[in-house]
């Protein structure tokens, strides 16, 4: 009865661990980039950021179709991008106005 018991609880605290592992959270809201300051404005604050982990210029040679939206949030979701979500809503903005998806 002690084996039965003992395995039990093992069992119990082995699925109580695995339950937390397949949890995920919801993306980083980016919103629309409407209503945004100028290029001017916002390309120091994507430089900056955006630099921290690549070259600027990768932003220029982008040729992908996915939108500028899905990827910085992607940044700051996956990758830990420091962009609060007004920041992030700026840069959007900066990169569809100067790298428009073709």
């Known amino acids: 009865m ?3 018991t003992t395995c039990l609880t093992l069992m119990s605290i082995l699925f109580l661990g695995l339950c937390g592992c397949g ?4 993306p ?3 919103a629309p980039a409407n ?3 100028s290029t001017e404005d ?3 604050l994507f430089e900056q950021s955006c630099s921290k982990c690549h070259a ?6 982008y040729s992908g179709k996915e939108p500028w939206k899905d990827i910085v949030a992607r940044m700051i979701d996956k990758h830990g991008a420091k962009v609060s ?3 992030a809503t700026r840069i959007v903005a900066h990169l569809d106005k100067t790298y428009p998806q073709k």
């Not at 949890?23 to 919801?26: R, S």
């Not at 600027?56 to 040679?61: D, P």
């Open 85 to 87: 979500a007004d920041d």
């Open 2 to 4: 002690l084996e039965k």
């Open 56 to 61: 600027n210029s990768r932003a220029e040679q």
């Open 35 to 37: 209503a945004v300051a």
């Open 28 to 30: 980083a809201p980016v």
């Open 42 to 44: 916002t390309k120091p």
């Open 23 to 26: 949890k995920t959270t919801d």
